[in-house]
């Protein structure tokens, strides 16, 4: 999500409606844009727990439904994936993930499966998708 | 622009995201979406097969704009058409759209999960891996079904690769929480808990996530997990930070999985001594790193040490067993609190509050109380503020409650709007449970009124006044305190609530002061009337009442008040009636009356306290649940009584109704003895019960028109396009004839008609029927007659049904109706003496001591009704109905709860207009109606009102309130046609009679109703003036 409040990216692993998933992340917005630095990551909302991270102008927020999980851990996860994505993408930035939507998508499934963490470790994590683009080059 | 695409970037996506990138308005972004999907579609549906590439261009560009918020509702075929795709890109783009847009319940799950099968057999591990986790997404039961066996194979089988297993336990996972029925527990499971040995740590996690979900719900068949976990967690601790290589996460050695492992612990108690050291080693290491200096400035450094860190203090005070090991957590979040990093804060207040509820380290989380109340005061953050709040709340105990009541006073001045209320509910709770000094208690209420006001909930008020009310020793200090603090120029409405309820009930014992004599009290309280919302003043008018029976010197002023146009014509109906009925009630009745209606509230019943149950409302079971012992313990403090009342929902909901003016709630319980042997004691309990339950579906409406029968004896019973039934009928003694004419309302003839006349098993016995068939033909317009010869053997409670048959026109007719012979219709007066009668009803009462009881509060009643009608020339007739039902339950209609509930008045006066327009003029109108009141006041408004607060009476449930209620106006009809036509209007009041039959109906269980002596009826009779009681008895 960037500052102007559009999501470029959303993955969710339980089933929402359409509509309950616009207005959700609506909400979430702009109750993350309204909060200041010193502020902490965390925050209740509705029945989730919110950890964000914001990288410039882009947020990056995680809702989690389970009450008692370790904010810590998820707050670095979301900074291993923008690390892994740093080193795809070279710098990363919001255009590289609104445009490589697909790739992204792919980068964050192999980190994450079903809300839980697969792999953190960058060169597995980044192995098939470097083989994926060497293919295609190659055709 | 397109540049920043990468690798064989697809230029038409590009472009179109550019595009919608610089849409100036929202308009123009809908517009290009609606051309961009107009565009797919025609492609889609064109006549030239699509290649891959465009395929998967154009899948992409739909996940875009679904992105964005659209619901896309095409495509979904050509993404499962790319799943089949051979090139690796297409079926990961196909797969991408999948679990990102198709939803569980989709109908293309078939075609998808062949696709699938055929992956998950292809053995390519890379399209193995997209295939689980397109499972993993989408999760839907169908998915399930097809491939819960397969993945534990998968999972374990030797050669599987490291990344497939991975996505397989996380797929497994996923299936298991959608259809926990359909994962097989099986030999697969120790393989499992093997798999934490891996030599693969992204196998290891993925393992880790798997086994801690399933050990929460077969914790035995994963015990073996514990001491893996433990082992591999104490490699993991001591590992140099070089070992793991990419593991290593900013110097921390695997932060993911060692938190996941300390969960996975989190799910089994503390292990064997042996497993045990080497845990605790473990976590002494931990514990031991918080406090090395950090070897990397960067805040990731420090963050993933204290997920590990937080995750093991977590799995200390789940263990709750090592005191060295809780006190040294709770000092190094200690240290935390003071940190700098908000976050950090945040976390050692979360965490904090749960050592507070560990007997060994509350002392030392005591300790740190100072730094609390200044983070409370100095913190810039509102959460964490707000986890202030949370952990002063947690940490309170007898000890330091004033000063941890008196800071979070002080900041409620200054607190953020948004966790205000709840900071009032913690002080409402904490002042309640550790008051020593109940005057404490009160000041402190009354303040946190004074400075929150507004954030005062209904509950927290409820309670100042159960507290009062229930204890003896405060009511004097608190109506003088309320009284003090009314006097301030402007004071809150909630305060305004609590004194007058106070003053109200205990003003008398400050009125011997002559600066608080009960005129100044009105006064004071008057003036803030016009200033109170309509429930508010509703109560004080209340209060007002409660004043004339306190203070009769002021009953004039009152009077006038309550006289005065502002009061008997306000425009909102709750004070207009209050006002009327208050006044009403004060000029008629006579002191003792008064005395009796307004007395006292008794003390409430102990309940939970309704601030706790909201607060975890609010909050959500668990951070509330720890102090629910310490609760109960304070309860009896309160009451003063022996009794600790279960701070279960369950007591809330069935508080003993004891006050209840009509004291039905506090009758004895039902008689277990005998019933009575002799005849003719059979009550009327039964007659009209009943009568609706039904033999086959009955014609719509004919229920209304049965209940019309219940009282006259010719009419017509049913119509409807085709026929009409009519009846006439007469009834001597226990024999009757009916007279029924079918009519034929259409031009052709109806063929086979037969009307058949049933009896339900229960009522054979006690009622013959005897009838003659009719033609089965019968003409257009004309009229059949039958006749039916009735004997009544019996009383008995149902009616007999009437079902017809026949054909018209080749479509074959079907239609039951109720026939209306009721026990009434063979009823018969009867004189008596009232010796016999008294004997009689000696009889009955050695076994129905209850309706004696009863009778008693009857007698009351009628009299306070018969006083009334008597001193008033016309009355209102509805406000006289709200008289009747504010003498007869005072407490629901909001004296006592303060709420208005106007469903359930109206639904009321609805009742008696039609009990009115029954009884107009008829005998002994007054008495039957008073008792319909009674009847109806003693039956909750539970139906309508589910949050009404009155606990429904007799533990009757809710569906057979409801099935009484309907039942109530056929009981009127019948009665109403007893009064007027066949008992003598002077002696015999059978409404008075049949409503107090209802009234017991609650009350008598199967002994009385079953039971009762079988020939005859009885009926008790109230009759004005003189309490004469008669026994109607038809003797066979």
Known sequence: VNKQGQTRLSQYYNNLSIEEKTILEGELIRKCLSRVDYQCSFLQFREYKIIYRRYASLYLIVGVINQDVNEFAILEMIHNIIEILDKYYENVCELDIMFNIDRTHFIINEIICNGEIIDMNKTNVLKPILLMDKFSVKT | ?1036
């Open chain 2, 1 to 1036: 622009m397109p540049a920043v695409s990468k690798g064989d970037g697809m230029r038409g996506l590009a472009v179109f995201i550019s595009d919608i990138r610089n849409c100036k308005s929202k308009e123009a972004e809908i517009k290009r979406i609606n051309k961009e999907l107009a565009n797919i579609r025609s492609k889609f549906k064109g006549d030239k097969a699509l290649d891959g590439y465009s395929k998967k261009k154009y899948v992409c560009k739909l996940l875009f704009i679904f992105l964005l918020g659209h619901d896309i509702d095409f495509g979904h075929m050509e993404a499962v058409n790319l799943l089949s795709s051979n090139r690796y890109t297409e079926k990961q783009i196909g797969y991408l759209f999948i679990s990102v847009l198709v939803n569980s319940n989709s109908e293309l799950i078939r075609l998808i999960n062949n696709a699938i099968k055929n992956d998950l057999a292809s053995r390519n591990p890379t399209f193995m891996g997209l295939a689980l986790h397109c499972i993993a997404s989408v999760g839907s039961r169908e998915m399930a079904e097809a491939f819960a066996g397969e993945i534990p194979k998968v999972l374990v089988a030797g050669d599987t690769m490291d990344s497939v297993k991975q996505s397989a336990a996380l797929c497994l996972l996923r299936l298991y929480r959608t259809s926990p029925d359909l994962v097989p527990m099986g030999d697969w499971t120790s393989r499992v808990v093997h798999l934490l040995n891996d030599q693969h740590l992204g196998v290891v996690t993925a393992a880790t996530s798997l086994i801690t979900t399933l050990a929460q719900k077969n914790p035995e068949e994963f015990k073996t997990s514990v001491s893996l976990a433990v082992s591999r967690l104490s490699r993991i601790v001591t590992s140099a930070s070089t070992d793991l290589q990419d593991y290593t996460y900013y110097f921390v050695p695997a932060p993911w999985l060692s938190v996941k492992l300390l969960r996975l612990l989190q799910c089994y108690p503390p292990p064997d001594p042996a497993v045990r050291g080497r845990l605790t080693e473990c976590l002494e290491t931990i514990l031991n790193k918080a406090q090395e200096p950090p070897k990397s400035k960067k805040v990731q450094h420090s963050n993933a040490k204290n997920a590990v860190l937080f995750e093991a203090i977590s799995l200390i005070i789940h263990h709750d067993s090592e005191p060295n090991l809780l006190v040294r957590a709770c000092n190094q979040l200690g240290q935390f609190l003071q940190h700098r990093e908000t976050n950090l804060r945040y976390l050692a207040l979360e965490s904090m509050c749960t050592l507070a509820s560990s007997e060994f380290s509350h002392e030392a989380v005591k300790t740190h109380i100072e730094t609390v109340i200044n983070a409370l005061k100095t913190e810039r953050d509102v959460s964490v503020r707000q986890r202030a709040v949370d952990l002063l709340y947690a940490m309170c105990d007898r000890s330091n409650a004033p000063q941890i009541v008196a800071e979070m006073l002080s900041y409620l001045e200054t607190a953020d709007y948004s966790i205000r209320e709840e900071i009032v509910l913690k002080v409402a709770i904490l002042a309640e449970k550790y008051a020593v000094d109940y005057t404490w208690y009160v000041d402190t209420i009354l303040n946190l009124i004074r400075i929150a006001g507004d954030y005062v909930s209904e509950e927290v008020w409820y309670r100042v006044i159960q507290i009062v009310i229930n204890r003896d020793d405060v009511q004097g200090y608190a109506a003088k305190t309320v009284f003090e603090a009314l006097q301030a120029p402007a004071c809150h409405e909630n305060l305004v609530k609590v004194g007058g309820y106070i003053l109200g009930e205990f003003g008398n014992l400050i009125a011997g002061d002559p600066r608080s004599s009960p005129l100044i009290q009105f006064n004071l309280l008057h003036s803030k009337f016009h200033l109170c919302s309509v429930p508010t003043r509703a109560l004080l008018l209340s209060t007002y009442i409660k004043f004339v029976n306190l203070f009769p010197e002021v009953k004039p002023t009152i009077q006038d008040v309550l006289r005065s146009d502002s009061q008997l014509r306000n425009a909102d109906v709750e004070l207009q009636q209050r006002a009327v009925e208050y006044l009403r009630l004060s000029t008629v009745a006579s002191t003792d009356i008064l005395a009796t209606v307004l007395e006292e509230m008794p003390p409430f019943p102990e309940r939970e306290s309704s601030i706790l149950a909201k607060l975890k409302k609010k909050k959500g079971p668990s951070t509330v649940t720890d102090l629910e012992d310490t609760k109960r313990e304070r309860s009896v403090d309160v009451n003063g009584g022996p009794e600790p009342a279960p701070a279960s929902t369950s007591a809330m909901s069935t508080p003993s109704p004891s006050a209840d003016l009509l004291g039905l709630g506090a009758a004895p319980p039902a008689p277990a003895g005998p019933p009575p042997s002799s005849g003719g004691g059979g009550l009327l309990v039964d007659v009209f019960s009943d009568s609706a339950s039904v033999v086959a579906p009955l014609a719509p409406g004919s229920e209304d028109n049965f209940a019309r029968f219940v009282c006259k004896n010719n009419g017509v019973l049913f119509e409807n396009q085709l026929l009409q039934i009519g009846l006439k009928s007469e009834f001597r003694q226990n024999l009757g004839r009916m007279f029924i004419f079918y009519g034929n309302k259409t031009s052709t003839q109806f063929l086979n008609f037969t009307p058949t006349l049933i009896c339900s098993d229960e009522l054979q016995p006690n009622l013959n029927l005897q009838t003659k068939p009719v033609d089965p033909t019968v003409e257009g317009g004309a009229q059949v007659q039958q006749v039916v010869n009735i004997e009544c053997v019996s009383d008995f409670t149902e009616a007999p049904v009437l079902n017809i048959q026949f054909r018209y026109g080749g479509t074959f007719q079907n239609v039951s109706v109720q026939l209306p012979i009721t026990l009434n219709k063979f009823f018969q007066p009867t004189e008596m003496a009232s010796q016999d009668f008294f004997q009689r009803w000696k009889q009955l009462s050695k076994s129905l001591g209850l309706v004696l009881h009863f009778l008693k509060k009857l007698i009351l009643i009628l009299r306070i009704s018969w006083e009334l009608e008597s001193s008033t020339r016309k009355p209102p007739r509805s406000d006289a109905c709200y008289a009747w039902s504010r003498t007869c339950k005072p407490r629901c209609t909001g004296s006592r709860c303060g709420r208005v509930r106007k469903p359930f008045l109206r639904d009321y006066v609805n009742c008696c207009q039609r009990s009115f327009s029954l009884e107009d003029g008829g005998p002994g109108s007054c008495v039957s109606r008073c008792l319909r009141l009674c009847r109806l006041s003693s039956w909750p408004s539970c139906d309508e009102h589910p949050r009404c607060p009155r606990p429904l009476p007799f533990g009757l449930d809710r569906n057979t309130c409801v099935w009484l209620r309907k039942k109530s106006s056929a009981w009127t009809a019948a009665a109403t046609a007893e009064a007027a036509g066949q008992c003598s209007a002077r002696v015999l009041r059978l409404p008075a009679a049949c409503a107090a039959v209802d009234l017991l109906r609650p009350l008598t269980p199967p002994a009385i109703r079953g039971k009762a002596a079988p020939r005859g009826t009885a009926s008790l009779c109230g009759c004005r003036g003189t309490l004469s009681v008669a026994l109607l008895v038809k003797e066979k």
